[in-house]
């Protein structure tokens, strides 16, 4: 147990919280304390608990035992809305928007600033949203809708919501995934300024940088139980892996060289109007090229388009010398190609399927005997998959949505990889993995590329990119600015392309 | 292929080879006698069949009634005939939905010894044993024509209302209808077209307004069903119309006396349908003491409603209809 | 890790304003389409028929497309929420002679039509509580409940009926009266419209129905009380339809068992082609009482153009079907106009 | 894993399953004229229309679409095919130009779905009222009945003496197909992931659209279909035959478990939701329940359907959480 850094109770705290998912035991006996002024950082593998404590914190679950109090006071919370009235602010991990609202509306939803007779005050909602992007330094506008905004934009609205409350504890899971350094760098400004303000802060992250940079203690999870609870300042980084994974990890970005063969995916001029303009590049066969760029800038978009999910306007895409039918994903894969994408939730999984249909989705026409699904074939493919990529599961017939965030990714990663691609896109691939497991993709990246595969590695992470990447391409406002081979690819580099300072 | 009307014919023949009638053989007492409306809870049936239920009361036999709940439901209707057998009643009085669509089934019914009846709604010849009509198709469809062109000064452009467009017994009605528009009495009355209400309510209201507007000169409208009758006259009465445009038709007594008492409309007609149902009742008795089969000529006793003689094609008659106008409206209620 | 790059420039950009202006009016277009396909419709029914926009015939529409325009309203609340309530019909039928047989037994006719909205109160609470306490498919329920409350009302109906002579005259002359053209119902319909569009728009309560339809399990988070806001909806839907049974009395006089049977689907016709989305969030009740007034139009301009009745359905439907496809197409081209447009900026418009 | 057991005992579509043998029994044994080889056969025949269209229906919701249009398909190629006898067409040459033209009919819905992207339940609202429409301008007020009386036997009949009708076996064949298709092909797995989450499916490279235009287009067949069976099996040809068909076909499916938010379902529990709504018509008819009370049973039912397995999953996740906390109580009781 801590010792209360300060003699006033904690703002929150759970004592001994236990939850239950049929057989799945998400948390046992958890304790944990959040002081005000204090950034508390909250550790574990994927599936380790924490968006379960999270939630329990949060009203939305409710616990099998143990209990909650606020100041001191022992509390019951029915639903989110008590935690939300008691001063608790929630950024989840799964960012939930009202997709047909406004951006400002999704913020102030429930808590509209209001004008004579309880009427709605539109403009001043708009513009108090407006001012919390300024604070964030995000260019979004307030009046458009939340529909189609990519994973990072959800996510900031969300922080934009949590921050809009003035919150007396505020939690974050993973609100970071998604996100570039400089957008990470001007929220932690933002979270840095409540907390010497006084708010408690709970945050959760799987990159270890961020936890050392902005929290003063740290609670580590496994398998549902507190392992460790300790400041940061007697941690090292390797000290809380072994907290957190109970082994020591292996090289972190673990880049077999490989020969580049033949050009397997060249893409020229390829232009949506709107959203990206001229974009050309090359992958060959053994090469990982890493795409980067600020949220926003229009990677995704640009896969999108080349695997054919987006129609594009101009331009052509080839794959290994046959070029790719526009707005048609099923040529694509047929020709090899495959997009891993970005948002598991929507774009990624069907998230009632179990584990093992998931997977098979994509394999249909590769698990068929006599014009019938083979179900042995199926599982069989399934499993082999899932227990390569060390998915956390019960059962393989269990739905997908009962995994914790970091297995659902990794089902994602499965599904895709399972097809035996030439060329692998994937974006964002390890969007909320752990850190052991995110070495383990790596690895399995690396042997795919040294396999003769060709892979464009979309990510916000830019050390993940310049530890795995042969080659950067950089993009900026739908733009392609920069090209850098791994000699001349650093943090300043890639920033200076991001940001439209090269050239 | 083959037309419609012969094999009609061919099983009126085969039809004809029943047992001779004994017009004087003992009346059956202890039947079960169905009625089968098109649509239980719609009122006309109600009288109609609650008239079917008094018959059989004094003729010692017993009553029952079952039916869809909706007019259209033809499947519906062939579920209770099909019911009905299944329970070995007597007799079925069925006012038929559709003409053929009931025939297979009946036929299996009437294979099971249950004597058909169909009463003002026929279907095909062979598939029941005689057929009560409301008075005759004729008389009723030329009486309307009588009657408006009486109310009009045998002048001007009229038109029909009717129910759905595959009613059968509404069509025959406007056949004869047009025929007796043929003749010289009529040459300035001109029918300028037939709209289809569909016994809804609304549709029929809404069909209304489309006449008017469609044929400003229209000076009368006939609506040969209950429900058209009683929606023209609702628009009718509350727009500009009222007065200016007659309207007759077979109406209830009960839902037109408001409007014959405010001047919307002058004089309709109907026959009782109480009356209706009670000969039903005898004549599903009837057939199943002998006393007939179905063929031309044959009579029978209907209590209070007097004697009757089946006519071509086991056709029964029940008379004229009445005609309601201000001065008598009041003395019927139903 | 913590890099700084230059921060993108904050706030809304100076284009954005204009941007959104024609944004939201692409959003009213979709309502706009559906009035130009109305007016047009009127247009060329007048060229033939001088009749047809006579005070008489402006009466006539009005008067048609009121109760539709009054129960299309109230499905818009409850479609907004991601649910359906197919029960009007039958609501509409019991209400409607309650009303009647309450009237008929001499009661007050301001009584009768609250009595109706209060019976429609009812129904809205069961079906409401069934779908929100149940947490069940809004579909299978109210589905159930329109056979039940359609059989309940013919059992307790049977063969009754509620004729216009039955009625107070005051009752009945107001439901075909008017100020000059406009009828009353048509002002009442429209009082009710424009106050339920000003709440949905102006109110939080308004905005959490939108909110729970665009996205359930978020309101839940966003802690909107979901299942208040559910069951409300389905009261104001089921109110709605009382009032709506209340004039059809005094409209049509005539009621019976079968009332408003097969009415859901008029309804739910109206709804959809007044552009609200059967997956919930978006959409106004002006589009839904739009649609129910080309609806009504379109059954009121083929008799008056001379169209045979036999022709009538198979035209009806195809209109239906140009309506909802040219509104989708003029949606689309406008879409990607605009697309082009804001090319510089990234905001794409994606409505669907 | 023993609570996992209890959930899927309790899944609704075997529950209907049970439902249907229960209600069978319990019929076989105390009422009266069920069992018997002819109710039977009515039984089933009269349920055929409904369960050969929820065959497609299923399928397209479990995809996330409906199809509203499919009474109006039934009716118009019953329509389409009362003409051409009319005019004289050899029956044999009649059915396929009949079903040809079901797939038109489905065709432009899915046409007006997948390349248009409207919403399927406006679109096929509207072509509901089209295609009857234009059944009623085809046909009128006609009522066809005279088709050749072998395909009529075939329609109505049953082989030899037993309860099995002649339409039976190839319905099983059907069923039999479409259950491969669903629940083992890819095709059916495709159905599934497009339901439950469209966006995913694309991106796992499954073709939406044309998957989609296979089931509009085999929705419109199989309704095609549906109304030649109608027109033959109740001998009668009319442009509102199967009228209100799609409402028990919804009412049927969404008994039997489907879940209309796409993704969920079984053919097995759709096609026990067609048969425990028909017997239980039937039997309730037999019971002389009359049938504004059935409409209340019925409704009843449907609402239990979802209330039901709602109700049983709660106390069975209560139980187990009770069960757990109290495992978990122990240990940590110190
Ligand atoms: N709704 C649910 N139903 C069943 N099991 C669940 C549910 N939610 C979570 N679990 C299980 O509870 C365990 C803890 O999940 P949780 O989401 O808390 O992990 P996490 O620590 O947040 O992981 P990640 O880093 O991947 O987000 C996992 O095994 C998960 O499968
Ligand atoms: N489905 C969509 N519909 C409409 N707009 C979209 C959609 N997806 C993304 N956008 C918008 O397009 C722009 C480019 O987004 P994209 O996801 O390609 O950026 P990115 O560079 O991949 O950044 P990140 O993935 O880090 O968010 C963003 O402004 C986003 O809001
Ligand atoms: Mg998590
Ligand atoms: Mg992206």
Redesign the interface.
């Known amino acids: 147990m801590p010792e209360p850094p300060m003699p006033e109770p904690p703002v929150l705290a759970a004592q001994g919280l236990s939850k239950s998912f049929g057989a799945v035991r998400a948390l046992r006996n958890v304790s944990l304390e959040l002081y005000a002024g204090q950034a508390h950082a909250l550790a574990g593998e994927n599936g380790a608990g924490k968006s379960t404590l999270i939630k329990t914190l949060a009203g939305v679950h409710r616990p099998d035992a143990g209990s909650l109090s606020l100041r001191g006071e022992p509390v019951v919370l029915h639903g989110p809305a008590d935690a939300r009235d008691a001063g608790v602010a929630v950024i989840h991990q799964e960012p939930t928007l009202f997709p047909d609202l406004s951006v400002a509306e999704n913020i102030f939803m429930g808590r509209q600033p209001r004008r004579s007779l309880r009427r709605v005050d539109h403009r001043a909602m708009n513009a108090a949203a407006g001012a919390l992007f300024a604070r964030l330094a995000v260019g979004l506008d307030p009046e458009r809708p939340a529909r189609g905004l990519s994973i990072a934009d959800q996510q900031l609205v969300e922080t934009a919501k949590a921050l809009s409350f003035d919150a007396r504890v505020l939690i974050m899971d993973e609100p970071t995934a998604a996100l570039t350094g400089s957008e990470v760098a001007r929220l932690f400004g933002v979270v840095r300024a409540l907390r010497d303000q006084g708010c408690a802060i709970l945050f959760v992250s799987h990159r270890l940088e961020e936890i050392f940079g902005l929290c003063g203690h740290v609670t580590t999870l496994r398998d549902g139980e507190v392992v460790a609870s300790e400041p940061v300042a007697d941690l090292t980084e390797d000290t809380l892996v072994r907290r957190m994974v109970g082994r020591d990890l292996g090289e972190l970005y673990p880049r077999q060289p490989a020969e580049p063969g033949e050009v397997a995916l060249s893409v020229r001029r390829l232009t949506r109007e709107g959203v990206f303009t001229d974009v050309s590049f090359d992958v060959r066969g053994g090469e990982i090229v890493g795409l980067a760029g600020l949220v926003g800038a229009g990677r995704s978009e640009v896969a999108r388009a080349v695997f054919g999910v987006d129609k594009w306007d101009a331009g052509t895409a080839e794959v290994c010398g046959r070029p790719l039918t526009n707005g048609s994903p099923s040529a694509a894969m047929a020709a090899g190609l495959v997009l891993v994408p970005e948002d598991r939730r929507a774009q990624g999984l069907v998230m009632d399927m179990s584990i093992e249909r998931n997977i098979g989705l994509t394999g249909l026409r590769s698990t068929v005997r006599a014009g019938l699904v083979d179900r042995g074939a199926e599982r069989g493919r399934a499993l082999d998959w899932a227990v390569r990529l060390k998915v956390k599961y019960a059962r393989i017939a269990d739905a997908v949505g009962t995994l914790s965030g970091g297995n659902q990714q990794k089902v994602v990663l499965a599904k895709w990889l399972a097809t035996g691609p030439r060329v692998l896109i994937v974006d964002e691939p390890t969007r909320g993995i752990d850190i052991g497991t995110k070495a383990e993709v790596h690895r399995l990246l690396s042997g795919l590329a040294a396999d003769g595969v060709a892979v464009l590695m979309i990510s916000s992470d830019l050390p993940e990119i310049l530890g795995m990447a042969d080659r950067v391409l950089v993009m900026h406002e739908g733009r392609l600015t920069a090209e850098l081979p791994r000699a001349d690819a650093t943090e300043e580099s890639v920033l200076a392309a991001a940001t439209g300072r090269a050239r | 292929g083959t037309t419609k009307k012969s094999v009609a014919d061919d099983d009126a023949g085969a039809h004809a080879s029943h047992a001779k009638a004994d017009p004087h053989a003992p009346t059956k007492k202890g039947l079960t006698v169905a009625f089968l409306p098109k649509q239980v809870n719609n009122p006309y049936f109600t009288v109609a069949d609650k008239g079917g239920e008094q018959a059989l009361k004094q003729l010692g036999s017993s009553y029952k009634e079952v039916g869809p709940n909706s007019a259209t439901d033809t499947s519906g209707q062939v579920s209770y005939v099909n019911t009905l057998t299944q329970q070995q009643v007597d007799g079925i009085a069925v006012s038929a939905q559709d003409p053929g669509a009931l025939c297979t089934a009946l036929k299996q019914a009437m294979k099971n010894g249950i004597k058909v009846v169909t009463y003002d709604s026929d279907t095909n010849t062979g598939c029941r044993d005689v057929f009560v009509s409301q008075a005759g198709a004729e008389a009723l469809g030329r009486s309307q024509v009588q009657l408006l062109g009486r109310q009009l000064g045998y002048k001007g452009e009229i038109a029909i209302l009717s129910a759905a467009q595959t009613a059968t017994n509404q069509n025959t009605w406007i056949g004869f209808m047009k025929d007796e528009l043929k003749k010289p009495r009529y040459k300035d009355m001109k029918l300028v077209t037939t709209a289809y209400g569909n016994d809804d309510a609304q549709q029929s209201f809404q069909q209304t307004q489309g006449l008017l507007q469609e044929h400003p000169r229209l000076a009368g409208i006939i609506s040969p069903t209950t429900v058209g009758i009683k929606a023209a006259a609702q628009y009718l009465s509350g727009s500009k119309y009222k007065g200016k445009v007659r309207l007759t038709g077979l109406g209830t007594p009960d839902d037109m006396r408001r409007y014959v008492k405010n001047g919307t409309v002058d004089a309709f007609e109907l026959w009782d349908p109480a009356k209706l149902g009670a000969l039903a009742a005898h004549a599903s008795v009837a057939l199943s003491s002998g006393q007939i089969t179905g063929r031309r000529g044959e009579t029978f006793e209907a209590g209070s409603l007097g004697t009757f003689t089946l006519g071509d094609k086991g056709v029964i008659d029940l008379g004229a209809p009445t005609v309601f106008d201000r001065d008598n409206i009041d003395r019927y209620r139903f | 890790?913590?890099?700084?790059?230059?921060?993108?420039?904050?706030?809304?950009?100076p284009g954005?304003a204009a941007?959104?202006r024609l944004?939201?009016r692409v959003f009213r277009l979709r309502e706009l389409a559906i009035l130009a396909v109305l007016l047009v419709m009127v247009a060329v029914t007048q060229a033939d028929?001088p009749?047809?926009l006579s005070a008489?015939?402006v009466k006539?529409l009005l008067l048609?497309a009121t109760i539709l325009v009054l129960v299309a309203s109230g499905q818009a609340l409850v479609v907004i929420t991601r649910n359906v309530d197919l029960s009007v019909g039958s609501v509409l039928g019991l209400t409607a002679f309650a009303a009647g047989d309450f009237l008929q037994g001499g009661g007050n006719a301001l009584v009768a039509v609250l009595l109706a909205v209060a019976l429609g109160i009812g129904c809205g609470l069961l079906n409401g509580a069934?779908v929100s306490l149940?947490?069940?498919?809004a579909?299978?329920?109210t589905?159930?409940?329109?056979?039940?409350?359609?059989?309940?009302d013919?059992?307790w109906?049977?063969?009754?009926?509620i004729?216009?002579?039955d009625l107070p005259d005051a009752f009945?002359?107001f439901?075909?009266?008017g100020l000059s053209a406009v009828p009353y119902l048509a002002l009442i319909a429209l009082a009710v419209l424009v106050a339920t569009a000003y709440y949905l728009r102006?109110?939080?309560g308004g905005?959490?129905l939108?909110?729970l339809?665009?996205?359930p399990?978020?309101?839940?988070?966003?802690?909107?009380?979901v299942r208040r806001r559910v069951l409300a909806a389905y009261v104001a839907c089921g109110a709605l339809t009382g009032l709506a049974g209340a004039l059809y009395l005094a409209r049509?006089?005539?009621v019976?068992?079968?009332?408003g049977?097969?009415y859901e689907?008029t309804v739910?016709?109206a709804v959809?082609?007044g552009g609200v989305?059967?997956t919930?969030?978006?959409g106004s009740v002006y589009g839904a009482a739009l649609g129910a007034l080309l609806l009504t139009t379109v059954?009121?301009v083929?008799?008056?153009?001379?169209a045979?009745?036999?022709?009538?359905?198979?035209?009806?439907?195809?209109l239906?079907?140009l309506a909802?496809?040219v509104d989708?197409?003029v949606a689309l081209r406008v879409a990607r106009a605009l697309?082009?447009r804001?090319?510089p900026?990234?905001?794409?418009?994606?409505?669907? | 894993m023993t609570d996992s057991a209890l959930v899927r005992a309790v899944r609704w579509d075997t529950v209907v399953g049970a439902l249907l043998l229960v209600l069978l029994l319990l019929s076989f044994a105390f009422v009266d004229g069920f069992g018997n080889a002819l109710n039977l056969s009515f039984l089933i025949g009269s349920t055929l229309p409904v369960a050969l269209i929820a065959l497609p229906m299923t399928l397209l919701v479990v995809s996330g679409e409906i199809d509203l249009s499919v009474a109006s398909t039934a009716g118009l190629s019953g329509a389409v095919m009362g003409a051409l006898w009319n005019a004289g067409m050899a029956i044999e040459t009649i059915i396929p130009l009949c079903l040809l033209l079901g797939v038109v009919c489905g065709l432009v819905n899915g046409l007006l779905v997948t390349r248009l992207g409207l919403p399927s339940l406006a679109v096929t609202i509207g072509t509901m009222a089209a295609y009857r429409g234009i059944a009623q301008i085809v046909l009128g007020s006609d009522a066809v009945t005279d088709f050749p009386g072998r395909y009529l036997d075939f329609a109505a009949g049953r082989i030899g003496g037993s309860f099995v009708p002649y339409a039976l076996p190839p319905f099983l064949v059907l069923l039999a197909v479409a259950v491969l298709v669903l629940h083992a092909t890819p095709f059916g797995r495709s159905l599934f992931a497009i339901g439950a989450n469209e966006e995913a499916a694309r991106f796992a490279g499954i073709r939406v659209k044309r998957h989609k235009l296979w089931l509009f287009t085999a929705t419109g067949l199989l309704a095609s279909a549906t109304g030649i069976f109608w027109a033959l099996h109740y001998a009668s040809a009319r442009y509102d035959n199967a009228t209100g068909l799609e409402l028990s076909v919804v009412a049927a499916v969404l008994l039997g478990g489907i879940s209309f938010d796409g993704g969920r379902g079984t053919l097995g529990g759709a096609v026990a939701g067609v048969f425990l709504l028909g017997a239980l018509q039937n039997v309730m008819s037999l019971l002389n329940v009359s049938a504004q009370s059935q409409i209340v049973v019925t409704g009843i039912l449907l609402v239990a359907s979802v209330l039901g397995p709602r109700l049983a999953r709660r106390i069975a996740a209560a139980r187990t959480a009770r069960a757990v906390r109290a495992a978990t109580a122990l240990p940590h009781a110190s």
């Open positions: 890790m913590t890099v700084t790059g230059r921060t993108p420039a904050p706030t809304v950009e954005t941007e959104t944004l939201d028929n009749e047809f008489q015939g006539d048609n069934l149940g947490r069940v498919p579909l299978v329920v589905l159930g409940t329109l056979y039940i409350v359609r059989g309940a013919s059992i109906v049977g063969s009754r009926q004729t216009a002579s009945t002359d439901g075909s009266g102006n109110f939080g905005r959490e939108y909110a339809g665009s996205h399990e978020a309101a839940r988070l966003a802690g909107i009380p049509f006089g005539n019976d068992s079968s009332t049977s097969g689907l739910v016709s959809v082609v989305a059967f919930g969030g978006s059954g009121s083929l008799p008056a153009l001379g045979s009745s036999v022709w009538v359905l198979a035209i009806n439907g195809v239906l079907v909802i496809a989708r197409i697309k082009k804001s090319a900026h990234r905001r794409d418009l994606r409505h669907d």
